[in-house]
C-alpha cells in the first residue's frame, strides 16, 4: 500500500503520467487482491483508502481528473472479482450514488463518470461470472497506459442463472438505472437532430440552384466545417460547445451535457442484460429510437445496437413496431438530415456512419422476420388434428364429441386468426417499403428495396408451412395464396425483380421511354443495362446513385406506382395513407411559394409583406411533393379509401397542424387543380406531372373537375373574337392556363383507350371543343409568330394524335372528329413541320421568331442558352406535329359532303402532296423521323386500300431507293408491317414474294430479318406452308457470302416449290428492274435464274404465233437484255441459257425476236437480238440454235413484211407485267421493213465469230444469204452481211485452216470487206429491158470467185452446192432483186448443170415471161440469160443432152416484147450453133405446146419490129435460110413472102448505106444473093432475076426496084395475101430503126393497090385488115414521118373492126392454140404417125393469128404473153419427163418493191402520183388511137359500104374530123418521162388478190446505221 500511496504524488502530475500512475495502480491491486493472503475485509479495509482517494467523498468528479475511465473500471472490477457483495456495498452503490438516486428522480443527483465506471465494471464481472471465471485475467501488457486486459463485455441476457450474485443486486442495480434513465431522458433525450434549434444549417436563399444533385435528400446545403469551439452562433446556452459536422448540416450543444450523454450511452450498451425495471418494453423501445437521431453520435449508435439486441433476445415484433411509429414520424423535410446522418458525422468525433434511421429499421425487420416463430401455429394447428381425430374416435361420447368440436372450433379461429395477423403485417410492411420507395433519396429506396425484400421473405416462410393440405393451418393459408394465384407478381419485390427490363424498353427510333423523350447520354446508360440483361435493373435503377440511373428512375417511377396499384390494390391503399398524409405535411410550404409566386408576380406590397411571412418550400420539397402527387394520382380511386389503416404508423406527427383531409381523389384534383396558373414553374409542372398519370379509373372524374377551367378558356376566346385587334390584350394567367390545360390532356389522353370514355360525350365535348379552341388561338396571326406558344403547340400536336389513335377504336370516329377537324389540323401541323410544301415557309416564321427572342438577350451567354432552349423546343414541336400528321394519315383520306349522292361534294386530302410529305420526312437527315414517315405510309395504305395506285408506287419506292437510306428501309418496313398485320390486305402474291426475295439480300440485318418474317407470313396465309424459316439463319448471317447465297437457295426453293408463280414473278421483278440501284441488279439477275430453269414457253413444231406467256416472258428478259445486256453481260447470258436448257424453248425465242423484228422495224432491235444468240450459242443447245435460226433463212423468207404492232396480248395478263421493249430501244428516224430471213442472217453474225466452224456444214446458204444482201438497201443489212462475210472466213478459214496460202488470201480479203465498212459493195441495181447489162454483176462475180477460192481449201464441192442454193433462191425467192442477185451468183459458179436445174428455170421462167412488168421482165432476162450462159459453157455432147432448152428460146419468141424477144434470139443462136439444126429437134416437140407450130423463120421474123433483135434475127435467118425443114423453118405456104418482105428494109437501105459510103453493102448484097438462091430454088424466076439484079440497083430508085419485086410476087401471094403483105408491113414501122420507118412506109404506101384491088369487102376473096394494125401509123403521127403516115392514113386503106377473140389459154395445161384457133374457124393440122412431128398446114392463116404473132393491140399482146408462158411451161413438161418427175409449180409472187418501206424513208407521194397520172395517161392514149383509128376506119367503112341511104359527104371533111380527134389526143401531155425511182416504185402485181410486202429505197448518202 505504500507504494500505492507513493503513487498518489504523481497524481497532481501532466496528463501522462497521471494515466500512467493510474495503471501501476491498477495493477499493484490486482496484485493486492489475488496474490496476497489476507481476508476479504482486511483487504477491503486497505483498499478503502484507494476509493476514497480515487472518488473523493462529498465529490462528483474522479481523481485525478480528465483523465481515461479505463483504469478507474479496471480497479472497480478487480474489487468486485475478489469479493462481489462487499464490492457493490463499499464501491459500485458508492459510485452510483445508489441512496439519492433511489429517492430522489433528477439527474443532478447522478455523478456521471462514477456511474460509467460503476456500470461498466458490474458488467465485466457479470461477464466473468457467466464464463465462470472467478479471477480475473493479470494486465500483462508492459504498457502502463494500457488496460492490458479486453474491456469488452457482452450486454446480451444471460444464457443461464449466475449463482454467484444474488438476485436482489441485480435487481437493485436495474432499479437504479430505471430511475436514472428516466431522468437524463428528461434532460437530454430531446437534443435531436431533427430539432431546428440543435442542427445548424445554411440560409435556404444561399442554397444551390443545382436541383439535379445525385439523389434526392442527398443535401444541397454548403455547412462550413467547424471544429470544437464556443460561442457558436444560434445555440442559446454559452460555454464549451460540442459539435459534430455532417455532410448536410451540423449540430451542437453544450460540452457539459456530453458527461451525462455517456452515462446514456454506459446504460444503452448494458442492453437488455441490465434492463431498466419498471420500464414497459414499448415505451422503451420510443425512448431508445428517439436516440437514434441524437445529436450524439455515440449515443445514436449505442441506442441503435441496444434497439436491434432486445429486438433479437427479447421482442422483435414490439420493437419494430416501436420504431416504426417513430420512423413514420419523421417528415420529408428531414431526409437530407437522415441521409448525412446515415453516413456519420465528418468532423467532431471519430465515428464512422451505422447507417441510419432505415438502415436500422431494415435490420429491425430482418429480425424480426427471422424470430417469428411459427411453431405455435403449428403446434396450433396440430392441437386442432389431434382433437378432431379423437372426435372420431369409436368410443367418444356425444359429450366429448361436443366438447371436443368445441376445442377444434377454437383452436381453428385461433388459427385463422395468427394467419391473417401475419398477412397483414407482410402487407403492412410492403406499404412501408412502397413509401419509402416514393422517396427522393436513394440510400431510402435502397432500405426500401430492402424493406419490401423482407415482406417477401416473410411470405415465402408462410408458404413453408404448407406440408399437409388436410390441416387446418395448410387450409387457411391456401385460401389466402389461392387469392394471390391471379396476380403475375406475387409480392411488390417479384415485381421489381422481374419487371425491369421490360419497363426500361424505350424506342429505339424516337428514343422516347414510358413517353418520354430520354437524352443520349441516358439512351446509352439504358443500353448497358439492357446488354447486361439482368433481371434486378430495375432494383439497381432505384438503388442506384448514378445521375442517367436516377433520370430513369423518375421517368419508370409512375409506370411503376400504376402497376402496383393494379397487382397489389390493397398494399397501395395502405401506402397511400401515408402519401396523402406526407401531401398535407408538406402543403403549406407548396402554398407559401404559391403565395410567394403570385405576389411577386402582382407586385403589390401589402402581398409580398405577407409573403415573408410564410415558409417558402425548397427545390427537393417540390420534387418529394411531386413525387407524392403522382403516386396519389396514379392510385387514385373513385370512391373514398376504405382501407384498414396500419398499425404500424400513425396518422401524422404530434402536434403537426393537418389543414385538411384527403378523403377522396375529388379532394387530390381540388388541392392539386388551383396549382396549374402558378408561376412558379416546378409547382405547375409538379401539378401537370401528377394529373399526366392519374387513374384510369378516375378520368372523368378529372375532366370534370377541369370543365371549370376549360370554360375560362373558352370564355376567353370569345371575349378575344368579339374584341378589336388593339384591343386584345393576353392574360399571362390565361396563357398559362391555357398551356397547362393542353398539356394535362395530352398526359392523360391515354386513359382515352377505355371505349366507354371515347363514347362518353360529356369527355369528348370537353376534349374537343378545347382542341377546336386552341387550333382557332393558334391560327391567329399574331400568335403564329410568337414564340411563347410552342408549347402549345407540341402538346396539341400530342394531344390530337392520342386522342385521334384512340378514335379509331370506334366504329365512326367523324362523329366525334369531323373529317373537316382533321383535315384542318393536318393542315396546320403541316405548317409547323418543316417538311412538305410549307417547309420553307415554316423555316422562315420559325426563323423570325428565334431572331425576336434572342434580340432580347443581353449577352453572348444568354443568347447561347436561349439558341439551345429554342432549338430543343423547335426540335420537338418537328417531332410532335410530324407525328400527329401521321396518325392523321389513317382513315380515308377523302370524305363525301351532303345528303344526297347526286349533291355530295367530295372534301379530301392532296394525296400527291401527302406522299411528298412522306418522301421529305423519309429524306430527312435525321433519321428519328423516319418511323414517324413509315407510321403515316402505313396508315395511307391500310385506310385506302382501294387504291391500288398507292401500293405499287410504294412498292416501287422500296425497289428504287437507295438500299442503304432509311427512305428506302422505311417504305419496305412500312410495307412489310402491313401485309404481316392486315391478313386481307389486297396485294399480289408475286409482288410481295418478290420484294421479300429482293429484300433479304439487303445489307441491313433488320431489313432481312423483316424479309424473310414477310415472305413466311405471305408463304402461310396463301400457300399454308412456307420454306422460309429454314433459310432464315442463312438469311439472318452478318457475312455477306452467306446470306447472298442463302437469296439465290432460297430464290431456287420458291422456284421450285411454287412453279406457278414464275410467270409472275418474272413480270414483277422486270417491272421493278429498271429502278433497282445499279450495286443490286447484278444479284436480282443471280437469283432470277432459278425461276427460268424449268419455264416452259409452249411452243410447238406446228404453232405459227406464240403463246401469250411466252410472249410475256420473252419480251421481259429481252427487256433485260437491251437495257443492261452490256452492264451484266455473264448474268443476262445465265437468263438465256437457263431458259433454253436442254434445248428447251428456242423455237419461242427465235420465233419471238422475227416477229418482234419485224414489228418493231428498227436496227437497234437486231443488235441486241445479235446478242442473245450469242448467249445462246454458249449453250449445250448451240446446234438447235443454229439449226432452227438457219431454218428461218429461205428463199420464201426473204420478203420483207410489213407488220403492224400487235395489240393482242394487251390483255392476256391484265395482272402482269409485259416490258415494252419499243422503248427500251434507242430510237431510229427511219423504219425499214425486214424479213425472217434477213434478221435470221443478222442474228447468226456474231455467233459466226465463236462458232464459226459449227456453222460450216451451212456455208453455202449463208454465203448466199450473205451475197444477195451486200448491196441492200437498209444499211444495217448490207453492213451486217459483210460482217458476216469476215466472221466465217475468219473462223472457218484463218482459225483453222493449215493453208498459208489460203489464209494469206482470207487476210487479204478481210482486209479488203473491212476498208468498205459504212459501204455498199456494189450498187443496187437490176437487169431491166433497157438496162441488160449491169456492172454490179460483174463486181460480185469478181467478189464471190475469191471467196469460192478462200473457202474451197475448206470446202472443195462449195461451187456445186452454192451453185444449186444460188439456183433454188433464184428460182423460189419472192424478191425480184435476191432472185436477180441468185441467177448472177449462179452464172459466175456455173456448178454442174441437170434437168432439175433445168426444170426449175423453165419453170419460173414460165411465170415471169411476157410480164406487163418491166421488173418481172427483168428477172426474166435473168433467166434467159443465165440459160445463155449455161449453154455457152456446154460442148456439143452436154448440149445434145437438153434439146429443151432449143424449145425453150424458141417459146421465148413468142414473147411481145423486145428484150426478152432479143435474149431469146441470142440463147437460140447459141443453142445452134452447139447443137445444129437437126430433125432431132423435131422430134422433142413439147406435147403441149400452144399452138400449131408455124416454124421459126414467123416467129424470128417476128423480131424485125424491134430494134435491138433485127441484127439477131437475120444472122439466124442467114444460118436457117437455106435448110431444107419446113417442120421447124416455116411450114406454110407464105414463108417467101414474109421472108422477102422482111428482108425489103434491110435490103432498101443497103441501097443508101451503098451510095452513102461509095462501097457496097456487102451484107445487104449477101442477103440478096441468098434470097435469090432461095427463090430460085422454089421455082420463082421472076423474083430471083429482081434480086440478082440487086447489085446493081441505085438508090434513087429504089422505090421502082420495089415495084418490081411487089409486082413479080403479085401473082404468086400478092393477090391471096396482100392483106396479110400490108399487115406484116405495118409490123416492120413498128421498129424504131429510121430506115425500117421510112422503108415501111415506102412498103406500105406500094402495097395499098394490092390490097385495094383485092378489098375482101368487095371482092371477098381475103380477111380484112384488123383496125389495130394501123396504130403503128398513128405511133408516127408526132414523128418526122407523120406526113406520109397520114398520107397513107388518107389513102383509105379498108380496114375493119374485127373484135378479139377472148383469152385463148384458160388452162395451160390441157388447152393448146390449135384448139382456140379452131374455135375462131381456123383449122389447123399436125399429123403424121408421130405426134412430134410438124407438118404444114393446108389452110392460109387468119387475121387473129396474125395479130397473135406479130403483137398488133393490146389483146393480141395478152394473148402472145400467155401463149409464151404456156409455151415455156410446156417445156417444163418435157423436163419432167426426162427427169421422171412431176413439175413442181413455182406459183410464187414477187413482193412489191417498196423502197421507201425498206429504208424507213416517207414514200414520194408525188413521184407515187406522177406515175399514177402517166400510167393512166398510156392507158388513154392507147384508147384514144384506138377509138380515132375506129373513127378514120368508119369513115372509110361509111363511104364504101353504107347502109340505106347514106348521107353524102365529102371524104376530106369526113377525114378531118377523124384527124381532129386524133389532133386532140395527140395534143394531151402523154409523154411522162420516168425517173428510175418513179419506175422502181411502180406497183407490179402479178396477180390481183395476192398479198405481197414492200421494199424500199434507200439513197446513197443516206444516214448509216
Not at 254 to 259: L, T, V
Not at 759 to 769: H, L
Not at 1831 to 1852: D, I, K
Request: with cysteine; net charge negative; proline share 4%.
Amino acid at each position: 500500500m505504500g507504494v500505492v500511496e507513493s503513487c498518489y504524488q504523481k497524481f497532481s502530475k501532466d496528463k501522462y503520467t497521471r494515466q500512467l500512475t493510474l495503471g501501476c495502480v491498477s495493477r499493484l491491486v490486482w496484485t493486492y487482491l489475488f496474490r496476497c493472503a489476507e481476508s476479504t475485509s482486511i483487504a477491503y479495509k486497505k483498499l478503502d483508502g484507494i476509493i476514497k482517494t480515487l472518488f473523493p467523498p462529498f465529490r462528483r468528479a474522479i481523481y485525478p481528473s480528465e483523465t481515461p475511465l479505463d483504469h478507474f473500471i479496471l480497479i472497480t472490477y478487480f474489487m468486485l472479482m475478489r469479493d462481489v457483495d462487499t464490492a457493490m456495498k463499499s464501491v459500485v452503490y458508492y459510485l452510483l450514488n445508489a441512496d439519492n438516486v433511489a429517492t430522489t428522480l433528477h439527474w443532478e443527483y447522478i455523478n456521471p463518470e462514477r456511474m460509467i465506471i460503476a456500470l461498466r465494471a458490474f458488467r465485466l464481472m457479470l461477464c466473468d461470472l457467466e464464463k465462470g471465471n472467478t479471477r480475473p485475467p493479470f494486465p500483462v501488457d508492459p504498457d502502463m497506459l494500457g488496460t492490458g486486459i479486453s474491456m469488452h463485455c457482452s450486454a446480451n441476457m444471460f444464457t443461464s442463472p449466475i449463482r454467484a450474485i444474488k438476485p436482489d443486486v441485480i435487481d437493485r442495480i436495474e432499479d437504479i438505472i430505471h430511475k436514472s434513465l428516466l431522468s437524463l431522458d428528461q434532460a437530454f433525450g430531446r437534443l435531436i437532430v431533427l430539432d431546428d434549434k440543435t442542427v445548424i444549417q445554411k440560409p435556404a436563399g444561399s442554397m444551390s440552384s443545382n436541383t439535379s444533385s445525385s439523389g434526392l435528400g442527398s443535401g444541397n446545403y454548403s455547412v462550413p466545417m467547424f471544429v470544437n469551439s464556443v460561442g457558436i452562433s444560434g445555440t442559446s446556452e454559452s460555454g464549451p460547445q460540442v459539435q459534430h459536422q455532417y455532410a448536410a448540416f451540423a449540430i451542437s450543444y453544450s460540452k457539459d451535457k456530453q458527461a451525462y450523454l455517456d452515462v446514456l450511452k454506459a446504460i444503452f450498451d448494458s442492453m437488455p442484460r441490465l434492463m431498466p425495471a419498471g420500464i414497459p418494453l414499448p415505451k422503451l423501445v420510443e425512448m431508445l429510437s428517439r436516440y437514434t437521431v441524437h445529436a450524439d453520435p455515440e449515443l445514436i449508435q449505442s441506442a441503435s445496437q441496444a434497439l436491434l439486441r432486445i429486438a433479437e433476445q427479447i421482442d422483435s415484433q414490439t420493437v419494430v413496431t416501436g420504431y416504426a411509429r417513430f420512423v413514420y414520424r419523421i417528415e420529408d423535410k428531414y431526409c437530407d438530415v437522415l441521409t448525412s446522418l446515415a453516413a456519420g458525422p465528418l468532423t467532431g468525433g471519430n465515428h464512422n456512419g451505422n447507417g441510419g434511421v432505415m438502415k436500422l429499421y431494415v435490420d429491425l425487420l430482418a429480425t424480426w422476420v427471422d424470430h417469428i416463430d411459427l411453431t405455435p401455429l403449428k403446434e396450433l394447428d396440430m392441437g386442432t388434428n389431434e382433437n378432431t381425430n379423437n372426435a372420431n374416435g369409436k368410443n367418444t361420447t356425444p359429450a366429448t364429441e361436443a366438447a371436443v368440436s368445441s376445442l377444434a372450433g377454437d383452436l381453428a379461429a385461433d388459427v385463422h386468426s395468427d394467419v391473417s395477423r401475419l398477412f397483414s403485417m407482410v402487407e403492412e410492411t410492403e406499404a412501408n417499403g412502397l413509401l419509402f420507395l416514393c422517396n427522393q433519396s436513394s440510400a431510402i429506396r435502397r432500405s426500401a428495396i430492402q424493406i419490401i425484400k423482407l415482406a417477401a421473405d416473410l411470405e415465402e416462410r408462410l408458404r413453408g408451412l404448407i406440408h399437409d393440405s388436410e390441416s387446418e393451418l395448410a387450409k387457411r393459408l391456401n385460401k389466402h395464396f389461392s387469392s394471390m394465384t391471379d396476380r403475375k407478381y406475387i409480392r411488390l419485390y417479384n415485381l421489381l425483380e422481374s419487371a425491369g427490363q421490360e419497363m426500361i424498353k424505350f424506342d429505339k427510333d424516337t428514343s422516347i421511354l414510358l413517353g418520354s423523350k430520354i437524352s443520349i447520354e441516358t439512351r446509352i446508360r439504358i443500353q448497358q443495362h439492357q446488354r447486361r440483361a439482368n433481371r434486378n435493373v430495375l432494383i439497381q435503377i432505384i438503388e442506384s446513385d448514378h445521375p442517367y440511373d436516377m433520370i430513369i428512375w423518375n421517368i419508370c417511377y409512375p409506370e411503376l406506382c400504376k402497376r402496383c396499384f393494379e397487382y397489389f390494390p390493397g398494399t397501395v391503399a395502405l401506402c397511400r395513407q401515408n402519401i396523402c398524409t406526407r401531401i398535407l405535411q408538406i402543403q403549406p410550404a407548396i402554398q407559401g411559394s404559391f403565395e410567394t409566386a403570385k405576389a411577386g408576380a402582382t407586385g403589390t406590397l401589402s402581398m409580398s409583406k405577407s409573403s415573408t411571412s410564410q415558409k417558402v418550400a425548397s427545390s427537393e420539397t417540390i420534387e418529394q411533393w411531386k413525387m407524392y402527387i403522382v403516386f396519389a394520382c396514379a392510385t387514385a380511386a373513385l370512391s373514398e379509401d376504405r382501407s384498414p389503416v396500419a398499425t404500424w404508423a400513425s396518422s401524422g406527427r404530434k402536434g403537426s397542424a393537418v389543414v385538411q383531409k384527403i378523403g377522396s381523389a375529388h379532394d387530390l384534383f381540388r388541392m392539386t387543380l388551383q396549382y396549374l396558373t402558378c408561376e412558379h414553374r416546378p409547382i405547375r409542372e409538379a401539378v401537370m406531372q401528377g394529373l399526366g398519370n392519374v387513374n384510369k379509373d378516375a378520368y372523368k372524374l378529372l375532366i370534370t373537375n377541369l370543365q371549370h377551367h376549360v370554360r375560362i378558356i373558352l370564355d376567353d376566346g370569345k371575349q378575344r373574337n368579339n374584341q378589336k385587334p388593339y384591343q386584345n390584350k393576353r392574360s399571362k394567367k390565361h396563357d398559362r392556363l391555357r398551356i397547362s390545360l393542353m398539356h394535362v390532356f395530352e398526359l392523360t389522353a391515354d386513359c382515352l383507350q377505355r371505349r366507354k370514355y371515347l363514347e362518353d360525350k360529356d369527355v369528348m365535348n370537353v376534349i374537343m371543343s378545347y382542341i377546336k379552341e386552341t387550333k382557332s388561338f393558334l391560327q391567329d396571326s399574331e400568335i403564329q409568330f410568337e414564340w411563347e406558344y410552342h408549347k402549345l403547340r407540341v402538346y396539341l400536336c400530342g394531344l390530337v394524335e392520342k386522342l385521334y389513335e384512340k378514335l379509331m377504336q370506334l366504329d365512326d370516329p367523324t362523329s366525334v372528329m369531323s373529317f373537316e377537324t382533321r383535315l384542318s389540323l393536318y393542315k396546320m401541323f403541316e405548317e409547323w413541320c418543316g417538311y412538305g410544301i410549307c417547309a420553307n415557309a415554316t423555316r422562315n416564321r420559325e426563323a423570325a421568331m428565334m431572331r425576336d427572342v434572342l434580340e432580347q438577350c443581353k449577352d453572348a451567354q444568354e443568347r447561347a442558352s436561349a439558341t439551345q432552349l429554342m432549338e430543343e423546343e423547335r426540335k420537338a414541336l418537328e417531332t410532335a406535329s410530324l407525328s400527329a400528321m401521321a396518325m392523321l394519315c389513317r382513315g380515308p383520306l377523302y370524305a363525301f359532303l351532303g345528303q344526297k349522292k347526286a349533291r355530295q361534294a367530295v372534301i379530301q386530302f392532296d394525296m400527291l402532296n401527302v406522299l411528298k410529305w412522306i418522301d421529305a420526312v423519309f429524306e430527312s437527315r435525321d433519321p428519328i423521323y423516319h418511323p414517324i414517315a413509315r407510321r403515316a405510309l402505313e396508315a395511307v395504305l391500310i385506310y385506302n386500300q382501294d387504291q391500288p395506285l398507292l401500293l405499287d408506287d410504294v412498292i416501287e419506292q422500296c425497289y428504287a431507293g437507295n438500299p442503304k437510306l432509311e427512305f428506302t428501309q422505311g417504305y419496305f418496313l412500312a410495307l412489310a408491317d402491313i401485309v404481316t398485320q392486315v391478313e386481307d390486305y389486297p396485294c399480289h402474291i408475286h409482288q410481295i414474294m418478290s420484294l421479300a426475295l429482293f429484300k433479304s439480300g439487303d445489307a441491313k440485318k433488320t431489313i432481312r430479318k423483316s424479309a424473310i418474317n414477310l415472305l413466311r407470313v405471305i408463304e402461310d396465309r396463301v400457300f399454308a406452308d412456307s420454306c422460309a424459316k429454314e433459310y432464315e439463319i442463312g438469311i439472318t448471317s452478318n457475312l455477306p457470302t452467306i446470306y447472298k447465297h442463302t437469296q439465290t437457295l432460297l430464290s431456287a426453293r420458291l422456284a421450285v416449290d411454287h412453279p406457278e408463280q414464275t410467270f409472275s414473278m418474272l413480270s414483277e421483278i422486270t417491272q421493278r428492274f429498271d429502278n433497282i440501284s445499279s450495286n443490286s441488279q447484278r444479284e436480282v439477275l443471280v437469283y432470277l435464274l432459278p425461276w427460268l430453269r424449268k419455264i416452259d414457253l409452249s411452243v410447238g413444231p406446228q404453232d405459227t404465233e406464240l403463246s401469250a406467256s411466252a410472249y410475256m416472258v420473252l419480251s421481259n428478259i429481252y427487256y433485260l437484255t437491251i437495257k443492261f445486256g452490256d452492264t451484266y453481260v455473264k448474268e443476262i447470258g445465265a437468263l438465256w441459257s437457263q431458259v433454253v436448257d436442254h434445248g428447251r424453248n428456242i423455237r419461242a425465242i427465235i420465233m419471238y425476236l422475227l416477229d418482234m423484228g419485224l414489228e418493231m422495224r428498227n436496227p437497234w432491235f437486231l443488235l441486241h437480238a445479235k446478242r442473245v444468240f450469242v448467249c445462246l450459242g454458249r449453250t449445250s443447245a448451240f446446234s438447235r440454235v443454229v439449226e432452227d435460226t438457219i431454218a428461218e433463212i429461205t428463199p420464201r423468207s426473204m420478203v420483207p413484211q410489213l407488220k403492224e404492232i400487235s395489240s393482242k396480248y394487251a390483255q392476256a395478263f391484265p395482272l402482269l407485267y409485259v416490258a415494252d421493249t419499243a422503248k427500251a430501244l434507242n430510237k431510229y428516224s427511219k423504219r425499214p421493213v425486214f424479213s425472217r430471213g434477213q434478221m435470221a442472217t443478222v442474228f447468226l453474225v456474231d455467233l459466226a465469230i465463236e462458232a464459226g466452224a459449227d456453222l460450216a456444214p451451212h456455208l453455202p446458204l449463208l454465203l448466199h444469204t450473205i451475197f444477195v444482201q451486200l448491196d441492200h438497201l437498209t444499211s444495217i443489212i448490207c453492213d451486217q452481211s459483210r460482217c458476216f462475210l469476215i466472221n466465217l472466213i475468219h473462223s472457218i478459214v484463218i482459225r483453222q485452216s493449215m493453208d498459208s496460202e489460203a489464209s494469206a488470201k482470207a487476210t487479204e480479203l478481210i482486209q479488203w470487206l473491212t476498208a468498205k465498212e459504212g459501204k455498199r459493195l456494189w450498187a443496187y441495181e437490176n437487169i431491166t429491158p433497157k438496162n441488160r447489162h449491169l456492172q454490179s454483176a460483174e463486181e460480185l462475180g469478181d467478189l464471190l470467185h475469191k471467196v469460192v477460192d478462200v473457202f474451197s481449201h475448206e470446202d472443195p464441192d462449195l461451187r456445186q452446192k452454192w451453185g444449186e442454193t444460188a439456183l433454188k433462191w433464184a428460182t423460189c425467192c419472192s424478191v425480184r432483186h435476191i432472185a436477180c442477185r441468185s441467177f448472177e451468183c449462179f452464172r459466175t459458179l456455173m456448178p454442174a448443170f441437170n434437168q432439175h436445174m433445168l426444170a426449175d428455170m423453165l419453170a419460173r421462167l414460165s411465170n415471169t415471161i411476157a410480164d406487163k412488168s418491166d421488173e418481172i421482165r427483168g428477172f426474166a432476162l435473168e433467166i434467159i440469160l443465165t440459160l445463155t450462159k449455161v449453154t455457152k459453157n456446154m460442148d456439143r455432147q452436154q448440149i445434145e443432152q437438153f434439146p429443151q432448152i432449143f424449145w425453150a428460146a424458141v417459146g421465148c419468141l413468142y414473147s411481145p416484147y423486145e428484150a426478152e424477144h432479143t435474149e431469146a434470139l441470142v440463147l437460140l443462136e447459141v443453142v445452134l450453133e452447139k447443137y445444129g439444126f437437126s430433125d432431132d429437134l423435131a422430134g422433142c416437140f413439147p406435147k403441149n405446146w400452144a399452138s400449131e407450130f408455124e416454124g421459126l423463120q414467123p416467129l424470128l421474123l417476128k423480131g424485125l419490129q424491134f430494134e435491138s433483135a433485127e441484127e439477131k434475127t437475120f444472122s439466124i435467118l442467114s444460118s436457117i435460110m437455106m435448110i431444107e425443114n419446113p417442120p421447124l423453118i416455116d411450114p406454110s405456104e407464105t414463108r417467101l413472102l414474109y421472108l422477102l418482105l422482111g428482108s425489103l428494109c434491110r435490103l432498101l437501105n443497103g441501097l443508101d448505106v451503098s451510095e452513102s459510103s461509095n462501097k457496097p453493102d456487102e451484107s445487104a448484097i449477101k442477103l440478096a444473093n441468098e434470097l435469090a438462091r432461095l427463090f430460085e430454088w422454089y421455082s420463082l424466076p421472076d423474083v430471083h432475076r429482081i434480086l440478082a439484079t440487086y447489085p446493081k440497083q441505085k438508090s434513087k430508085f429504089q422505090e421502082d426496084y420495089l415495084k418490081q419485086l411487089l409486082g413479080s410476087i403479085r401473082e404468086v401471094f400478092l393477090n391471096k395475101y396482100a392483106n396479110q403483105a400490108l399487115m406484116f408491113a405495118l409490123l416492120l414501122v413498128k421498129n424504131k430503126r429510121s430506115y425500117y420507118r421510112e422503108k415501111g412506109l415506102m412498103l406500105v404506101e406500094n402495097l395499098i393497090p394490092y390490097v385495094k384491088k383485092n378489098d375482101p369487102r368487095s371482092t371477098g376473096t381475103s380477111m380484112p385488115i384488123d383496125i389495130t394494125t394501123l396504130s403503128s401509123l398513128l405511133n408516127l403521127v408526132q414523128t418526122e414521118y407523120a406526113d406520109k403516115a397520114l398520107s397513107i392514113l388518107n389513102a383509105g386503106i379498108p380496114v375493119a373492126n374485127i373484135p378479139q377473140p377472148p383469152s385463148i389459154i384458160k388452162d395451160p395445161s390441157s388447152l393448146s392454140l390449135t384448139a382456140a384457133l379452131t374455135s375462131t374457124g381456123v383449122s389447123t393440122n399436125i399429123t403424121g404417125s408421130n405426134h412430134n412431128s410438124i407438118r404444114a398446114s393446108t389452110t392460109s392463116d387468119t387475121t387473129n393469128a396474125a395479130n397473135t404473132l406479130w403483137g398488133f393491140g393490146p389483146a393480141a399482146i395478152s394473148l402472145a404473153s400467155q401463149i409464151t408462158r404456156h409455151n415455156v411451161h410446156a417445156v417444163v413438161f418435157e423436163c419432167s419427163s426426162v427427169t421422171n418427175q412431176e413439175p413442181i409449180e413455182h406459183n410464187i409472187q414477187f413482193s412489191i418493191e417498196d423502197f421507201s418501206m425498206l429504208t424507213g424513208e416517207p414514200p414520194r407521194q408525188e413521184e407515187d402520183r406522177a406515175d399514177s397520172i402517166s400510167d393512166e395517161t398510156e392507158a388513154q392514149a392507147s384508147t384514144s388511137a384506138v377509138a380515132a383509128a375506129a373513127a378514120a376506119s368508119a369513115v372509110t367503112t361509111a363511104t364504101t359500104t353504107g347502109g340505106g341511104v347514106p348521107r353524102p359527104a365529102a371524104y376530106g371533111e369526113e377525114l378531118m374530123n377523124a384527124l381532129k380527134d386524133l389532133d386532140d389526143f395527140f395534143n394531151e401531155d402523154v409523154e411522162t418521162s420516168l425517173t428510175p425511182s418513179s419506175s422502181s416504185s411502180r406497183n407490179n402485181v402479178l396477180e390481183p388478190g395476192s398479198r405481197n410486202s414492200g421494199i424500199g429505197f434507200d439513197s446513197d448518202n443516206e444516214e448509216e446505221f
